[in-house]
């Protein structure tokens, strides 16, 4: 009995404020759920790397780091992985622990530069591969932009424009008895329905926009057919295409880098896509490898790789530089997809601005047509 008074007295003589042993876990679950960006995670992947190379051991260069952060969510999984490597886990382990920080990718690629012992090198690569997703991704979001603000701005005003203005200039048709042009009858009938079934105008693209977010985050064969359907559109399916091919090949390449086995990094790239159509490719690839077959005849059969990348996958087997053939694919692909994003937003832009312009023309010729004949009636009498 006194035995168990002494052990439990330390925890009655804690601090006031300071968590129960009991709480700690919980208290340390909620510390580690908020959300991290990606560009934290690369700037922590160059230090890391350069800290590593310097001779620094893990556990003292996350000490470092995790001192040097920002109080917030990433500076309390630092503090985590700290504690684990200090602890004896290998590092990739205690990263695995943080999927929703470090993907599978991130802790593979450290388990390879652990097992070969270049982790500062394999970081560096890590570090560059993020660097240049990040740059792709703002690229698109930013060309994305000012369409979108055109397109909001234009339903914005149109919207307006059809549940204010139209129905003022209709009283003002009724009350001089005038025969309408067509143009003028379609836009007044558009007004009407819209004032009157306003909650299906506004309303049922919700509904389908609420659905087709559902469905794609639950239904695969729904998923499949969305993304099969994009890779077939005209203009949009090549850049797509390519950009699924840039994405493959940069992945594979820097995990054949980092000397993760092909076997192993085929599933890493398959569960790391998107896209229903590249999973299931790559799968078949894998499939084929595991029963002894090279990689680039697999490769050419599921029809996502044109003749080029086969040939240079073929080259780079038979040469033993498959990783240098891979980068060199993502590279051009890459360039390929960033200036034909270029283009295609160039060409947008003044599309969108043409659209806006007819609608609004369309709008202003139908309301005036009649005012039109309404002057001519007052003129005349």
């Not at 300071?18 to 560009?39: C, D, E, H, M």
């Not at 982790?119 to 703002?138: H, S």
């Not at 080029?308 to 590279?331: P, Q, R």
């Not at 051009?332 to 283009?343: C, G, P």
Request: charged letters at 20%; one cysteine or more; proline letters at 5%.
């Amino acid at each position: 009995m006194a035995k168990k008074i002494q052990r439990s007295a330390p925890r009655t003589a804690a601090p006031a404020g300071a968590p129960t042993q009991a709480g700690a876990p919980a208290a340390q679950k909620r510390r580690l759920g908020g959300r991290v960006s990606g560009q934290l995670v690369t700037d922590f992947t160059l230090q890391l790397a350069t800290l590593s190379e310097a001779g620094i051991p893990i556990a003292k260069a996350l000490s470092i780091l995790e001192g040097q952060a920002r109080p917030g969510p990433f500076k309390d999984v630092l503090g985590a992985l700290l504690e684990d490597v200090s602890a004896g886990t290998p590092l990739s382990e205690s990263l695995s622990k943080h999927p929703k920080v470090f993907d599978r990718l991130y802790s593979s690629m450290v388990r390879a530069g652990e097992a070969g012992g270049v982790l500062d090198a394999v970081l560096t690569r890590q570090a560059e591969y993020m660097e240049k997703v990040r740059e792709v991704r703002a690229k698109v979001v930013g060309a994305l932009v000012y369409p979108t603000v055109i397109i909001c701005v234009a339903c914005a005003v149109v919207t307006a424009v059809v549940l204010f203005i139209i129905p003022k200039f209709e009283e003002i048709f009724r009350s001089f008895h005038i025969t309408l042009p067509a143009m003028t009858r379609f836009l007044l009938d558009g007004s009407t329905f819209t004032l009157k079934y306003w909650y299906i105008v506004f309303g049922l693209p919700l509904v389908l926009l609420v659905a087709h977010i559902m469905l794609l985050r639950r239904s695969q064969p729904y998923r499949y057919r969305i993304h099969q359907l994009l890779l077939k559109l005209p203009g949009l399916g090549p850049v797509l295409s390519r950009s699924l091919v840039a994405s493959f090949a940069r992945t594979f390449g820097t995990l054949i880098q980092a000397g993760v086995p092909h076997l192993d990094a085929l599933g890493i790239v398959r569960d790391a896509t998107r896209n229903e159509l590249l999973m299931e490719g790559v799968e078949d690839i894998r499939r084929t490898v595991r029963e002894g077959e090279g990689i680039a005849r697999p490769m050419g059969e599921t029809g996502l790789f044109d003749d080029l990348v086969v040939n240079m996958v073929d080259v780079g087997e038979a040469t033993g530089e498959l990783d240098k053939m891979l980068l060199k694919v993502a590279s051009a692909y890459e360039k390929q997809v960033d200036r034909t994003i270029d283009t295609m937003f160039k060409l947008v832009e003044p599309a969108l601005i043409l659209g806006v312009a007819a609608i609004v023309g369309f709008i202003v010729v139908a309301l005036f047509l009649p005012l039109m004949e309404i002057m001519k009636g007052i003129q005349s009498a």
